[in-house]
Each structure stands twice: as structure tokens, then as C-alpha cells.
């Protein structure tokens, strides 16, 4: 029954913004480290940005670097990405995994595209 299910994807102009959210199930949340990653056509998949500590320090790919922004309420199970001053280049299907804190059990979503395109 776990599952991670990613919504919020579209189409977007460049410079518009959207927040792309990972609603979990089956799974105790809170005990699970967020990421997200993305994968372009014919490109491999790449992690995009992370949670690093259960303090709740972040680092974000240098591609991305301050135009993303990630973050989780453990209240609802779901962690978000937002993602500002979008460009051509950020056009991907987008994932969220979840990585436990003490083991190297992990979970996929099925992804959601994002297209940034005039």
C-alpha cells in the first residue's frame, strides 16, 4: 500500500512558477527523507534538491540554485517543490522519492510532467 503520488505539473510559461506537491501513503512520514528528481528526454535522471538532515536543512542542484525550493509538512504527508523563474531547460518529468532515515529502504513516485514552453 505504500505509495507517493505527485500532482501540480503542466504547462508554464518561461518565468512563470508552479508548486509541484508528493502526497504519501502506506508509509510513516515523518521517518522518511524527501528529494526530489527530475529526468528530461534523453537525459539521465538527476536529483534536484533534498532534504540533508531531519533539522530541516536543504541543498538544491546548481541548475536550480535560487529558483527551487523544497519542503515537507509532516502534518499532511507531503512534501512540495516550488519552482520559480522557469526555463525551457526545466522541462522534465519530475519525481519525489523517499529515503529512510536509518535504512536503505527507499520509495518512487510515478512522476508528473512539468513543460515550460512560450
Known amino acids: 500500500q505504500v505509495q507517493l503520488v505527485e500532482s501540480g505539473g503542466g504547462l508554464v510559461q518561461p518565468g512563470g512558477s508552479l508548486r509541484l506537491s508528493c502526497t504519501t501513503f502506506g508509509f510513516t512520514f515523518s521517518n522518511y527523507r524527501m528529494s526530489w528528481y527530475r529526468q528530461a528526454p534523453g537525459k539521465e535522471r538527476e536529483l534536484v534538491a533534498r532534504f540533508i538532515s531531519s533539522d530541516g536543512d536543504t541543498n538544491v542542484a546548481d541548475s536550480v540554485k535560487g529558483r527551487f525550493t523544497i519542503s515537507r509538512d509532516n502534518a499532511k504527508n507531503t512534501a512540495y517543490l516550488q519552482m520559480n523563474n522557469l526555463k525551457p531547460e526545466d522541462t522534465a518529468v519530475y519525481y519525489c522519492?523517499?529515503?529512510?532515515?536509518?535504512?536503505?529502504?527507499?520509495?518512487w513516485g510515478q512522476g508528473t510532467q512539468v513543460t515550460v514552453s512560450s
Open positions: 522519492k523517499a529515503d529512510s532515515w536509518w535504512s536503505t529502504r527507499g520509495y
